[in-house]
């Protein structure tokens, strides 16, 4: 087992405070860009969307490309945050704390106190839009604040809350029935809030937020054979990437024993981990898996979480991705390898519905390590003919259907309460 960095490093949560460290920096050099959909005028000042209110963690991956996004408009961005965060405003995005940051208290306190002071404050007679950004807590501080609201939710906190108490149900129940809208990730996520939680279908916005072509890219052969040497892998061998947190929700134990099955049979190739906001004790569990294997030295296990261009760095040097969780929105991390040309291997889940137009991806309905062995088989046949012209078949597809540009469109028309446009509507019900 190689890993990247060397897992000797003495400081083991060196790597969090490096990543929350780039999310603050990326949050605070964000920068007005060229105007992707320049016809969409409701951005402009004096217009609907020329002042848009975030209740979120300011410093959030997910709020991280919204803003990346409402950057290619001239819309002013304020957020009022629960999170222990610094205020900060330029000219396109401020932060403001609702709480002291010396108040050191349990964040679903710190939600809950925060809609609260919301609520005291709260002028009637501002029409800013509002978005808050996931049910479960900062939902919590929008519903509590009085302010009308549309949601964005993700997919573990409706998906799991029949294992949670009755009122975590009650509380989420009243934060979805609440919002005006509620954008979510997968035609799945529709059934389950109409179905569980009442939700009319109208109020409900499939949609997801583009590539960030800035780091989700293809690169050249010649990049792609310095990629690798930069991590000590090889050009002449098929690489697979995990591009999903190490989890059992995610199977990664089951992926790793299949790819060791596979070499023990003397299959080639290498797998890399990206192990993300993973559990210590299970990742632990996975590791010992492969130091106990004569071939262990072909996994690499990447330690820590990533910024988008180190994620971006390692599906461009790879051949195939492979995220194959139990349920799933439809997550960024499988059309990102998408846009980088490493072809998906996933779980065939509802979610990724919008996939089964490209030919190229492969589709996973058994999960045992045997069946891992045998994709990795199924999946190194095809390397490196015909697996280039599928890589080919990746990118185009991912430029058609994930751009910023479509996915400007659609958020807007969240934002506006109009429909998405129909050929929209189609690709998600694939």
């Known amino acids: 087992m190689k890993t990247q960095p060397d897992s000797a490093t003495p400081d083991k949560t060196s790597w969090k405070v490096e990543f929350a460290e780039h999310i603050r920096s990326q949050f605070e050099s964000l ?172 109020r409900i916005y499939c949609l997801h937020l583009g590539l960030n072509e800035q780091y989700f890219h293809a690169v050249n052969d010649e990049r792609r054979a310095e990629l690798r040497s930069e991590v000590n892998l090889p050009t002449g061998e098929p690489i697979w990437i995990v591009n999903r947190r190490t989890d059992p929700h995610y199977r990664t134990l089951e992926v790793v024993q299949g790819f060791l099955n596979y070499c023990q049979l003397g299959g080639r190739g290498r797998l890399v981990l990206l192990c993300g906001d993973h559990q210590p004790d299970y990742t632990e569990s996975v590791c010992q898996t492969i130091r106990a294997h004569a071939d262990g030295q072909r996994v690499t296990v990447v330690d820590r ?58 589709w996973m309905t058994d999960f045992e390590p045997s069946d891992f062995t045998k994709v990795f088989a199924r999946t190194a046949a095809t390397w490196p003919k015909p697996h280039h012209i599928h890589r080919k078949e990746c990118l185009q597809f991912a430029k058609e259907g994930f751009s910023s540009e479509n996915a400007l469109r659609d958020l807007t028309a969240f934002y506006l309460g109009t429909p998405l446009r129909p050929e929209r509507l189609a690709r998600w019900a694939a």
Not at 306 to 326: A, N
Not at 339 to 359: F, H, K, T
Request: a positive charge; glycine letters at 8%; one cysteine or more.
């Open 31 to 202: 920068q007005r860009l060229t105007a992707l959909a320049p016809d969409l005028t409701c951005y402009e000042p004096g217009q609907p969307l020329a002042r848009l209110r975030f209740i979120a963690h300011a410093h959030g991956l997910h709020v991280a490309r919204w803003l990346a996004l409402l950057s290619h408009t001239s819309a002013k961005v304020e957020i009022d945050t629960a999170n222990d965060v610094a205020a900060f405003a330029n000219e396109i995005v401020s932060a403001r704390p609702v709480l002291p940051r010396w108040l050191k208290l349990p964040m679903t306190v710190r939600y809950f106190l925060g809609g609260l002071v919301l609520r005291w404050k709260r002028k009637r007679s501002d029409q800013c839009l509002v978005h808050a950004h996931c049910a479960s807590g900062n939902g919590l501080m929008a519903w509590l604040s009085g302010y009308r609201y549309v949601l964005g939710t993700y997919g573990s906190e409706i998906y799991d809350a029949h294992r949670r108490g009755s009122i975590y149900r009650w509380m989420l129940t009243q934060v979805l029935r609440r919002a005006d809208r509620i954008q979510v990730g997968s035609t799945e996520s529709v059934k389950l809030l109409q179905e569980k939680f009442g939700i009319p279908a109208e």
């Open 305 to 362: 979480m990533l910024t988008p261009k180190g994620m971006g760095t390692w599906l461009q040097l790879g051949d195939f991705s492979i995220s194959v969780p139990k349920t799933d929105n439809f997550s960024v991390s499988t059309y990102e390898s998408l846009g980088c040309g490493a072809v998906p291997i996933v779980a065939n889940l509802e979610a990724y519905n919008q996939l089964r137009d490209c030919a190229a991806v492969h």
